[in-house]
Structure formats: structure tokens, C-alpha cells
T-cell receptor, first 111, second 115 residues
Framework: DQQVKQNSPSLSVQEGRISILNCDYTNSMFDYFLWYKKYPAEGPTFLISISSIKDKNEDGRFTVFLNKSAKHLSLHIVPSQPGDSAVYFCGVLYNFNKFYFGSGTKLNVKP | NAGVTQTPKFQVLKTGQSMTLQCAQDMNHEYMSWYRQDPGMGLRLIHYSVGAGITDQGEVPNGYNVSRSTTEDFPLRLLSAAPSQTSVYFC??????????????FGSGTRLTVV
């Protein structure tokens, strides 16, 4: 059974607008969350993370929101740029040792 | 300033052959992990290590062995390759903070095909 779900396999957004990527998880014991992005034929790149004691973390154009009661994580990219087009994965850290990752959302930012 | 280095980048094996995927990091990170990525799926954890001499199993450990004799290196061994192990393998390293892990860095991957 999947511990982390990204229910939207793809998302298309116009350049300059907001991109919102969503992620749901099953276990309230998860204590650390992250997003990474991946371009074709490259390794994943860490993007942003958030601890379970926070509900928001910002880094430039990227903001991650955590709703613990809903077990929901989201990534906001504002403004979206064509170079943001990639596959985005959310991950959860359990017990400081194990990461579980979602199946990814492919973001396409149109010029 | 290499980060996480994986070798080889590509490999084709015959069923039943064994091989070792190499992973090295130069950031003195205590945590290292191996993942596999298959189409339509996120990264799945194979094995991980929280420090030299300490390893543990992840989600999909069967058919793989690891060891961590030094902080820098974390090789992944396929004992008897099977077509189901055809995948892209990523190694990652990170360090612990008071609230989790940080500096999560991935290698560029090894594309393995087992025929």
C-alpha cells in the first residue's frame, strides 16, 4: 500500500502563474517532508523540505505547506517559469531513517 | 566538489550475473541510501546506512546487499541479477539535523538492464 500519493500525474501551467503540486500521506507519524524535482536523464535534485513542527516553509519562489490534520503536503511555485518543467516528487521521512516517495507529478510550464 | 558520484552510468547484465554499483560522496555525510526508480513510480528505498558499519533494509531489499566500511563509500551489490532488477538506481547522501535530515544530494544514476 502506498504511503505517499500524488494523484495528479501531470499539470500544465502558463508561465508567470502559480503551480500547485499536491501530495497526500497516510501515516501521522511521518516527521519530515521534502520535495525534489527530476529532469529526464538526470539525478533528482532536492528542492525544499519541511519539518512536522512547521506548517509552511519558503525558499524563493518555492513554498511548501503542510496540513497535518489532513495529512496533506503541497508545493507552490510562484511565478512559474519554463525551466521549472520537470517531474516533481514528494517524499516523507519516517523515523529519521526511511524515505517514502510519491509517484511524481509532471509539471509543464508553457511560455 | 563532486557531491555524490555513481559508477557506472550504464550497465547491461545477463541473468544470473553479479555486479557492484559504486557510490561515493565527499561531503562527509553520515546518511547514505540506495533507491531504484521504475516507470510510473517514485523512488523506492533499497538499503540505507546511518553511518560507517551500520546498514539496514528499506522497502525493496531482496536481491541486493550493501556494506559501509567507510563514510565515503556505499556500494550496492546485485548477487544474481534478474530481469526484475532492470531499473535506474540512485544513490543519495544527507546529514542529520535536530529536526530531520538536510543536504539531501542524489547521484546522477546508474541505468541497469538485465537481459
Amino acid at each position: 500500500d502506498q504511503q505517499v500519493k500524488q494523484n495528479s500525474p501531470s499539470l500544465s501551467v502558463q508561465e508567470g502563474r502559480i503551480s500547485i503540486l499536491n501530495c497526500d500521506y497516510t501515516n501521522s507519524m511521518f516527521d519530515y517532508f521534502l520535495w525534489y524535482k527530476k529532469y529526464p536523464a538526470e539525478g533528482p535534485t532536492f528542492l525544499i523540505s519541511i519539518s512536522s513542527i512547521k506548517d509552511k516553509n519558503e525558499d524563493g519562489r518555492f513554498t511548501v505547506f503542510l496540513n497535518k490534520s489532513a495529512k496533506h503536503l503541497s508545493l507552490h511555485i510562484v511565478p512559474s517559469q519554463p525551466g521549472d518543467s520537470a517531474v516533481y516528487f514528494c517524499g516523507v521521512l519516517y523515523n529519521f531513517n526511511k524515505f517514502y516517495f510519491g509517484s511524481g507529478t509532471k509539471l509543464n510550464v508553457k511560455p | 566538489n563532486a557531491g555524490v558520484t555513481q559508477t557506472p552510468k550504464f550497465q547491461v547484465l545477463k541473468t544470473g550475473q553479479s555486479m557492484t554499483l559504486q557510490c561515493a560522496q565527499d561531503m562527509n555525510h553520515e546518511y547514505m541510501s540506495w533507491y531504484r526508480q521504475d516507470p510510473g513510480m517514485g523512488l523506492r528505498l533499497i538499503h540505507y546506512s546511518v553511518g560507517a558499519g551500520i546498514t539496514d533494509q528499506g522497502e525493496v531489499p531482496n536481491g541486493y546487499n550493501v556494506s559501509r566500511s567507510t563514510t565515503e563509500d556505499f556500494p550496492l551489490r546485485l548477487l544474481s541479477a534478474a530481469p526484475s532488477q532492470t531499473s535506474v538506481y540512485f544513490c543519495a547522501s544527507s546529514y542529520s539535523t535536530g529536526q530531520g535530515v538536510s543536504g539531501y544530494t542524489f547521484g546522477s544514476g546508474t541505468r541497469l538492464t538485465v537481459v
